[in-house]
């Protein structure tokens, strides 16, 4: 849920737009062809996008469109020329983009209209964060509703006047095309500027106070955190798990939330929905059962056809959702999740030197889906005798299940009743379908392969070490915890420049300007880390980021931006939050204070995040269950506290592996060789070897556990 979302009439622009033709002289147009022709002429079908690092952008750089990466360039050129701006932002693995860039963007016609009327720019969301939220803001007031590829329309000073997302070329169905919309645009633009201008400024400022408008701080308690679990509750899918009905996404956030809550309280009902929502999208089509990982979302309610990109921090996301599911229940279900996830982000997105890679696209061969999906025929040629078994555990048909007869394989219950009636044991049936997957698997790694995001973003990163740290904790496999380590190194010695986080990197080009979201993402994860490295140095660097955050992107008043200051090519100072596919920056900056204040004992830190939650307290208020990462900051904020800390080496893996395994929400683990850092709660505690585990709770302590033993039945406790 988005707050403050204001819906604005447009009557007057609509109807201009309606009605304004086309110029109908014959030699204006003729000229205005030859004009055209040789702009793209010059640029040989080459533009301004040739010598950019992002991936969506190179995408575009030969079309006939004159694109202009976001920059002083293309803005001034606005201004000189007095024209107005068309600005489309989408990202490299979203299939809609690339259906808009081949019907329209690729189409001399709309090259001339655009070229010869407005200043035609191209934006990666994913390396502007800033931009894409202020003008998703604005096109979800305008239209509604929002997303990718986004198409807004502004005036020569970037205030937004109309706007869509995905617009065909040629009007149909009660919708404008593409074609017919820009020449109108241009004609109202041309006919009627001063009402035009008029309008853009008088929706910016009420955009402007809708999005300041946080409400006044009001006293938070301990009802809020129930209060979001019961919105979240109530729009449960008791039939198909999940939340709300198509399309479908996974919500790792709330689900992480819900373990919480269930944790505090007990309802069954919670734990009920909780494994019965990791259960169906374990077993849909939006996991890929051959390759494991996770797509973006799924187009039904059942979670069977997914919209096929997948994303880096879906997975890395998913990857903690699952950890924590499997601390909490004990399903071994969930951990194979988990190392199928994680093999699959080590095998499909990442860096050799130790970055990950954003997204892979939706599309192979220009169809959406083809890598992933398959026909029975296929199958039967390749599994021979035990293809029989393998498609009906799969639900793999000769009418299939997709487009063309073809088939993504998923799991239903029709399968899970088959399996108990093959009369194979379950060591062999689960063989089978080993061996039946790696056939598969082999098979598709030889087709053309979904195009890959390889730009490397610190924010998503971030998420990702989480992931891996997560993923060792209930593993213990080296391959995960290094995958974490040498994530955060390379971000840490080729990412961190002149004392700020670089947002995106790029075959050794980073793009321009920071954000919170690195800040905040990443020193969630480097906390994350520690607890698997124990290396002291994660947590100075953090607490350095973390204070770095607050001076750069936080008001007087606590609020958190997404970008430092005003700065003049946005409209509005960017702010966000509520939660979407991402959890909101700032509410993640809050759980890090917190956590840092409490292993350093620096309280900086918590003065901050209580600062920043009194900030949007009344929004929380409001609608607590669409600000869920922000209730999970209050909820560690007035909940008590865990604090684990170990201090020595010898057996000291056996200890861990007793707190690894178990599900404790606020908690944090301090783990040192000799309790010489500098952290308050190895204040007093020494080992020259033997290690010793302190349990506390708001920082009463029990007695000191010199044995895994006892320290499990101090666990159990709990």
Known sequence: MRVHIIIFKLTFLLILIQTAGCSSDKAQGESKMRNLTDNISDYKFTNHLINESSPYLLQHAHNPVNWYPWGEEALTRAMSEDKPIFLSIGYAACHWCHVMEHESFENEEVA??????????????????????????????????????????????????????????????????FLSLIQKIAEAYKNDRENIEQYSKDFVDRLQAAYDSSGASIPLNKNIPVTAAEGLMRNYDTINGGFGNAPKFPHPIDLSFLMKAYADNKNKAVLEALEHTLR??????????????????????????????????????????????????????????????????????????????????????????????????????????????????????????????????????????????????????????????????????????PFTDDKILTSWNGLAISGFARGYQITGDEKYREAALSAAAFIRDTLYRNGKLIHSYRDGKASEGIFLEDYAYLTAGLIDLYEIVHGYEWIEFASKLARDAVVDFADDEGNFYLAPTNQADHY??????????????????????????????????????????????GNISGAPYGMISAVTALDYLISDKIELVLVGKAYRQDFLDEIYNRYFPNRIIVVSDRGEEKIDLLEGRRSIGETVAYVCINSACLLPAASPAELRKQLEKL
């Not at 394989?409 to 080993?434: A, H, T, V």
């Not at 292993?599 to 920043?612: C, L, P, R, V």
């Open 112 to 177: 001339r209209i655009l070229n010869e009327n407005f200043i035609a720019i191209k934006v990666d969301r994913e390396q502007r964060p800033d931009l894409d939220q202020i003008y998703m803001a604005a096109t979800m007031a305008l239209t509604g509703s929002g997303g990718w590829p986004m198409s807004v329309f502004l005036t020569s000073d970037l205030k937004p006047f109309y706007a869509g997302t995905y617009f065909p070329l040629h009007d149909g169905y009660g919708r404008p095309g």
């Open 280 to 449: 169906k999208m374990a077993d849909g089509g939006i996991y890929d059962q051959i390759g494991g990982g996770f797509h973006r979302y799924a187009t039904d309610a059942r979670w069977l056809v997914p919209h096929f990109e997948k994303m880096l921090y879906d997975n890395a996301m998913l990857a903690v959702t699952y950890s924590e599911a499997f601390q909490l229940t004990g399903n071994e279900s969930y951990r194979r999740v988990v190392r199928e996830t994680l093999d699959f982000m080590l095998r499909e997105m990442h860096h050799q030197n130790g970055g990950f890679y954003s997204a892979l696209d939706a599309d192979s061969e220009g169809e959406e889906g083809k890598f992933y999906v398959w026909n029975k025929d296929e199958v039967d040629l390749l599994l021979g005798e035990r293809s029989e078994m393998f498609c009906k555990y799969y639900n793999i048909t000769k009418q299939g299940n997709f487009e063309n007869n073809s088939n993504i394989p998923n799991i239903d219950s029709s399968s899970k009743k088959y399996r108990e009636e093959s009369g194979f044991s379950d060591e062999q049936f689960e063989q089978m379908l080993e061996d039946g997957k790696k056939i598969l698997f082999n098979k598709r790694s030889g087709r053309v392969r």
């Open 572 to 617: 509005m100072r960017p702010k966000d939050i509520a939660d979407g596919a991402l959890p909101a920056p700032g509410s993640i900056m809050m759980q890090v204070l917190l956590k840092l204040s409490q292993i350093t004992g620096d309280k900086f830190f918590q003065e901050q995040a209580e600062k920043a939650l009194a900030a949007v307290s």
